[in-house]
């Protein structure tokens, strides 16, 4: 955990959020500035900095990450889809570094995104 990462202190409780659902390795969320309808962010409780800071061998964290947007999806009833959105570094946008799967939806999606 990091001290000064407000994910970090939301994955341990210390700051709040409304938590959507949760298990042993990850806490989902909703964005408190949503850009769709549905806004969650998907977030590891281990503080990993974005995609470049995953150390080979973390394939099965990230690919429980990726099943819990599928969860949150399911959860959230987008049905009729949902984009999932990682923005890795400064240049993609990432503003809190601390790596989450933004999952979109309850409208239509251009493209391209940005």
């Known amino acids: 955990m990091s001290d000064d990462c407000l994910f970090c202190r939301i994955a341990s409780g210390e700051a709040e959020s409304e938590r959507v659902a949760e298990g042993d390795r990850w806490v989902a969320f909703r ?17 990993v900095e974005n995609l470049n800071d995953l150390e080979p061998g973390r394939e099965e964290l990230l690919g429980e990450l990726l099943m819990a947007a599928r969860q949150v999806a399911e959860q959230e009833g987008l049905d009729e889809g949902y984009r999932v959105v990682a923005n890795n570094d400064r240049q993609a946008g990432q503003s809190v570094f601390h790596l989450h799967f933004h999952v979109l939806g309850g409208r239509a999606m251009g493209w391209p995104p940005g």
């Open 31 to 47: 964005d408190v500035n949503p850009q769709a309808p549905t806004h969650v962010l998907v977030i590891p409780r281990q503080h």
